[in-house]
């Protein structure tokens, strides 16, 4: 097919017969050419691979990154600070001196996941109306409201509504981070700038299950109250995301954000360039989540991020990772404190090595290896409380819940745990990435809070057992979804993913005489 190539700045961009791109051609008169192509290939200079003359700084990308998981640091201390008003919240009702059943503080530990789940897809219009860097230091709001109710207070209720503005809060952070990082870095370590989110928030959990240990729980309130403003100091001085500047047509402060990211002698117009072809795809969709959904990219990415959500948190992690204490308890003679400051320790292990080596690997051998390790821990938990329930001796392989247990928190953190939410910010185009994005993110609150509520009903009725089997099960369908359904993201631009789940582009361009 006969091709035409456009000069731009940074790079020639190649297009075949068919399409349609208006180009601007600076001359005294300014008038304007148009070209007729088929396909528009995203190719600027010798193709999406080439290197620039400059290479970006990295260090400016990583602190960046790390600044806005600052939030998901302190939605960690959210998460793990339940556990330290005890099994059923004695030890919160002993210290505050109010009066509290155990299904009341169910509600308080599980009320978070609703707080989180409501603040996802108005949390996507926030960012495409505000811009990513300013929706994130308004959630320093909710967060101080959240832990002053939750410090001061003097009931139930004000537990509950302090813990759901802090999940208001969390689950925002939850969305905005991975959309963040996933714009401001570059494709060769985008996977591990995403994967700080997840490192951070376990970070947050074992610190919390640390401190809980140590001193009361009003204090262990007052110490995570102070995280959000350290956030907002901080991240107050970094760049705004540039896709968020074009798609608000504001090319020279897109240009500047570059620049801060990629250091002052990196080349960015060619990345520019490249970042408005996509910008142009999913125009006429521009803010309509609804007519979004007509896109055969953005359908496509729906399907991969809400598939991944919902075996991320149906294979049972908050169950196991609730039930944990009782397991080691029971098995291995370790206290409840040491057994989550055990499973703290390992999650943040585990995410960390995830973070080494998922630009290295690949999203798909990650996700592929973590699901089908955790569908072996769950059998392999399930089958040891059935010979046990059926009066088989068990006592010599004791060992096999405590084995499971590991197993399935080390594998989780290494893929089903941060990478969902790292390929939310891969797979959809910056035009619906907040409202699609969050709508994912809304659906897999929704499912943890389903887990924690339904699994000891789940137990009750069916045995633990039969509970864990279930979580097998499901598990295994995520084997085959991932094989099937996933795509691989690694070392790819987003341009090239979007190309890849269907996207075609029609794009307005600048060239040169």
């Not at 939850?174 to 990082?181: D, L």
């Not at 403003?229 to 504001?250: A, D």
Request: proline share 4%; with cysteine.
């Amino acid at each position: 097919m006969p091709r035409v190539v456009v000069d731009a700045p940074g790079g020639a961009v190649t297009c075949e017969e068919g399409d349609v791109v208006r180009a601007s051609r600076h001359t005294s008169m300014m008038t304007e050419k148009i070209i007729t192509v088929s396909e528009l290939t995203l190719s600027v200079s010798s193709g999406d691979d080439s290197k620039p003359a400059v290479p970006a700084k990295q260090l400016p990308q990583y602190f960046a990154a790390l600044s806005a998981t600052l939030g998901a640091l302190a939605f960690g201390g959210v998460l793990g600070w339940s556990t330290s008003g005890g099994d059923s919240g004695e030890k919160l009702a002993e210290q505050y001196n109010i009066t509290m059943s155990t299904s009341d503080f169910s509600w308080i530990g599980s009320v978070t996941n609703l707080g989180s789940a409501a603040i996802c897809i108005p949390m996507g219009l926030m960012m495409d109306a505000f811009g990513r860097k300013r929706s994130m230091l308004i959630l320093v709001v909710p967060y101080t409201i959240g832990w002053s109710l939750v410090i001061w207070a003097n009931s139930v209720a004000m537990f509950c509504v302090g813990r759901f503005l802090l999940g208001f809060s969390g689950g925002g952070f939850c969305v905005a981070v991975a959309v963040y990082t996933a714009e401001i870095g570059e494709k060769t370590i985008r996977g591990r700038l995403g994967a700080f989110h997840e490192l951070m928030l376990t970070s947050g959990i074992l610190i919390s299950y640390i401190l809980g240990t140590l001193i009361p729980i009003y204090y262990l309130s007052m110490t995570f109250a102070a995280v959000p403003l350290i956030f907002f100091v901080v991240f107050s001085f970094m760049p705004e995301s540039p896709t968020y500047y074009l798609m608000k047509n504001r090319e020279e402060e897109a240009r500047d954000s570059l620049l801060r990211v990629r250091g002052p002698k990196y080349d960015v117009e060619r990345e520019l360039i490249t970042r408005k072809l996509v910008l142009a795809e999913e125009l006429q969709y521009k803010g309509s989540f609804l007519a979004a959904m007509r896109s055969k990219v953005a359908r496509n990415g729906l399907i991969i991020a809400y598939g991944l959500m919902f075996f991320q948190q149906m294979s049972g992690v908050n169950a196991i990772v609730f039930y944990t204490g009782s397991i080691f308890g029971q098995n291995g003679a370790i206290s409840t404190d040491a057994s989550t400051i055990i499973v703290g320790a390992l999650q943040v292990v585990s995410t960390f090595t995830s973070l080494l080596i998922v630009d290295r690997l690949g999203r798909k051998i990650l996700l592929l290896a973590s699901i089908s390790a955790m569908a072996v821990g769950m059998l392999a938990l399930g089958t040891y409380y059935y010979l046990e329930e059926n009066g088989v001796d068990v006592s010599s392989v004791n060992w096999i819940p405590l084995v499971s247990v590991c197993l399935f928190i080390l594998m989780s953190s290494l893929g089903f745990g941060p990478i969902p939410f790292m390929m939310v910010g891969e797979l959809f185009s910056p035009q619906i990435k907040g409202i699609a994005g969050s709508s994912a993110c809304s659906f897999n609150w929704l499912m943890a809070f389903l887990v924690t509520r339904t699994f000891n009903d789940l137990v009750e009725a069916f045995g633990n057992y039969a509970t864990f089997w279930m979580y097998s099960v499901i598990c295994a369908c995520g084997v085959l979804f991932v094989i099937f359904i996933v795509p691989e993201t690694k070392g790819k631009s987003l341009e090239q993913i979007q190309r890849e789940l269907g996207a075609k582009i029609t794009v307005p361009i600048d060239v040169k005489p």
